[in-house]
């Protein structure tokens, strides 16, 4: 491929004066440089792979994880298989520290299997590694959203582009990170798989990234045109908006990565997956002109000024055309509830 944009970089910002507000409203990805630079998990992967899978080890609290395992042939590319009926890796529900010690087992092999434990909840599963390895969450957004915190550890692995339906820190702990973003605009020169099944719960690319064959994604080359890549060292922390596309490619034999998730809506309303799946069943196969109907009446309700289609209404008779609060978004979903199981 050629080279890509290099995502902006923003350095000399102190762990306590990280500028959310202000990443959240660029809406465009940032590399904050170094900021967690000074955790333990860094300090201890820069001595080595095996000083970071003790240290991570040691916060093992005893749950079983969900590990992925590939066969050296995938090359660390977690996907669909070749034929789409199913992906091209296992999982299973493993201790911790056993997933690790399969790691450790081939540190030094020219052609690994692939390991991967992806999205896994840190307080839950690794007790106690945020009291020393945690952004400054200081931002009054947080207080009503608190973020959700992850851990990623694995081999040099892929995961194939995708996207998340949250804002996201990505902190690169152990090894290096390489992310190549895509506005979500770019969705149809992507080539998206099957909905599912999934290789991480998101719908991820057909292209390989490794030898795009643009006889059959012609389109990627437009995509390429609108991206971007952020190298990672370790204490690098990688700011990007929801619904952007995003590879994540572990560079070492040993990685590891904490990651936040957040949304600013309020917890009460409802994911828009959901709504893309509805309009998959009650939309997309209608007539043309009726679809250019329902785009009308959805850009007028939905897409457009939020107080717009109740602008003209009294409040009394505004109902869930006014502000959603947690009780309008009850009322919504007994009446969607309601109709889908008549």
Same mark, same amino acid.
């Given at each position: 491929?050629?080279?890509?944009?290099?995502?902006?970089?923003?350095?000399?910002?102190?762990?306590?004066?990280?500028?959310?507000?202000?990443?959240?409203?660029?809406?465009?990805?940032?590399?904050?440089?170094?900021?967690?630079?000074?955790?333990?998990?860094?300090?201890?992967?820069?001595?080595?792979?095996?000083?970071?899978?003790?240290?991570?080890?040691?916060?093992?609290?005893?749950?079983?994880?969900?590990?992925?395992?590939?066969?050296?042939?995938?090359?660390?590319?977690?996907?669909?298989? !070749? +034929?789409?009926?199913?992906?091209? =890796?296992?999982?299973?529900?493993?201790? $911790?520290? &056993?997933? /690790?010690?399969?790691? @450790? %087992?081939?540190? !030094? +092999?020219?052609?690994?299997?692939? =390991?991967?434990?992806?999205?896994?909840? $840190?307080? &839950?599963? /690794?007790?106690?590694? @945020? %009291?020393?390895? !945690?952004?400054?969450?200081?931002?009054?957004?947080?207080?009503?959203?608190?973020? $959700?915190?992850?851990?990623?550890?694995?081999? @040099?692995?892929?995961?194939?582009?995708?996207?998340?339906?949250?804002?996201?820190?990505?902190?690169?702990?152990?090894?290096?990170?390489?992310?190549?973003?895509?506005?979500?605009?770019?969705?149809?020169?992507?080539?998206?798989?099957?909905?599912?099944?999934?290789?991480?719960?998101?719908?991820?690319?057909?292209?390989?990234?490794?030898?795009?064959?643009?006889?059959?994604?012609?389109?990627?080359?437009?995509?390429?045109?609108?991206?971007?890549?952020?190298?990672?060292?370790?204490?690098?922390?990688?700011?990007?908006?929801?619904?952007?596309?995003?590879?994540?490619?572990?560079?070492?034999?040993?990685?590891?990565?904490?990651?936040?998730?957040?949304?600013?809506?309020?917890?009460?309303?409802?994911?828009?997956?959901?709504?893309?799946?509805?309009?998959?069943?009650?939309?997309?196969?209608?007539?043309?002109?009726?679809?250019?109907?329902?785009?009308?009446?959805?850009?007028?309700?939905?897409?457009?000024?939020?107080?717009?289609?109740?602008?003209?209404?009294?409040?009394?008779?505004?109902?869930?055309?006014?502000?959603?609060?947690?009780?309008?978004?009850?009322?919504?979903?007994?009446?969607?509830?309601?109709?889908?199981?008549?």
């Amino acid at each position: 491929m050629t080279a890509l944009r290099a995502t902006k970089e923003i350095g000399g910002i102190a762990p306590d004066a990280i500028p959310y507000a202000a990443l959240l409203e660029a809406q465009e990805p940032a590399i904050l440089k170094g900021v967690a630079r000074h955790w333990p998990l860094v300090q201890r992967g820069l001595e080595g792979a095996e000083a970071a899978i003790a240290y991570l080890a040691g916060f093992d609290g005893g749950a079983r994880i969900t590990g992925f395992t590939g066969a050296p042939g995938i090359g660390g590319r977690f996907a669909y298989a !070749d +034929d789409l009926t199913g992906l091209n =890796f296992a999982s299973e529900r493993v201790l $911790l520290a &056993a997933f /690790l010690d399969r790691i @450790r %087992a081939h540190l !030094d +092999d020219a052609a690994p299997p692939s =390991f991967y434990v992806g999205s896994t909840d $840190l307080d &839950a599963y /690794l007790p106690g590694l @945020r %009291a020393g390895n !945690d952004l400054v969450l200081n931002d009054p957004m947080f207080a009503a959203n608190p973020p $959700l915190a992850s851990i990623w550890i694995g081999n @040099r692995t892929t995961a194939a582009a995708h996207y998340d339906m949250s804002n996201n820190l990505a902190c690169c702990m152990v090894g290096r990170r390489r992310f190549t973003l895509f506005p979500p605009e770019q969705v149809a020169n992507l080539y998206p798989g099957p909905l599912e099944p999934t290789p991480g719960g998101q719908v991820v690319t057909m292209v390989d990234f490794r030898a795009p064959d643009f006889d059959r994604f012609p389109r990627f080359r437009e995509a390429l045109d609108a991206a971007q890549v952020a190298e990672l060292e370790p204490g690098d922390v990688l700011f990007y908006p929801a619904l952007w596309w995003h590879q994540v490619d572990a560079l070492d034999p040993f990685n590891a990565m904490i990651n936040y998730w957040w949304n600013t809506s309020p917890a009460f309303m409802d994911t828009p997956q959901n709504t893309l799946l509805h309009a998959l069943l009650s939309l997309r196969d209608r007539p043309e002109a009726e679809k250019r109907g329902w785009r009308a009446l959805f850009d007028y309700y939905v897409f457009g000024p939020a107080d717009r289609a109740g602008a003209h209404l009294p409040e009394h008779a505004s109902g869930a055309l006014g502000p959603l609060d947690e009780m309008k978004a009850r009322r919504l979903r007994a009446q969607l509830l309601n109709r889908l199981n008549r």
